[in-house]
């Protein structure tokens, strides 16, 4: 792993919610600055195992990458996986209660090809700004 990055926010709405819009694909642009498109590829209901097809943003181009629902548990987490793409990338969302607001945990971990892991610290600065972003929409 190149990267690490964790951060946390508050999201002033109840988790049933913040879950709920979180998983619902064609809403990632809206949550996501770096998500341009986001489509379930498998059939409904998403699911661990499901496929997702996102368009991205990456360095001022627009790549195609494949994406694996690697854990779901309702109103708890959200875990995916790319498996295809130049950077391999694991995003987790961790939710919790928090009075009548929730505490999102989101855990971003990258991986590049070679010629990728010259630009670590841009990539780091990427997922920095990405989880910033995500935690203030």
Do not use: C
Request: net charge positive.
């Amino acid at each position: 792993t190149i990267i690490r990055e964790v951060h946390t926010t508050a999201v002033d709405r109840p988790v049933g919610e913040v879950f709920a819009y979180l998983t619902n694909v064609p809403t990632f642009p809206e949550w996501s600055s770096a998500v341009q498109e986001a489509s379930l590829v498998s059939d409904p209901p998403l699911r661990e195992g499901s496929t997702i097809r996102e368009t991205v943003r990456l360095l001022g181009r627009h790549i195609d990458t494949e994406i694996e629902v690697t854990e779901l548990k309702v109103n708890r987490i959200f875990a995916r996986r790319s498996v295809s793409g130049p950077i391999l990338m694991r995003i987790k969302a961790e939710l919790e209660p928090d009075g009548t607001k929730t505490r999102v945990t989101w855990t971003i971990e990258a991986d590049a090809p070679r010629f990728f892991r010259l630009g670590q610290l841009i990539l780091r600065g990427m997922a920095t700004r990405q989880l910033r972003t995500t935690s203030a929409r």
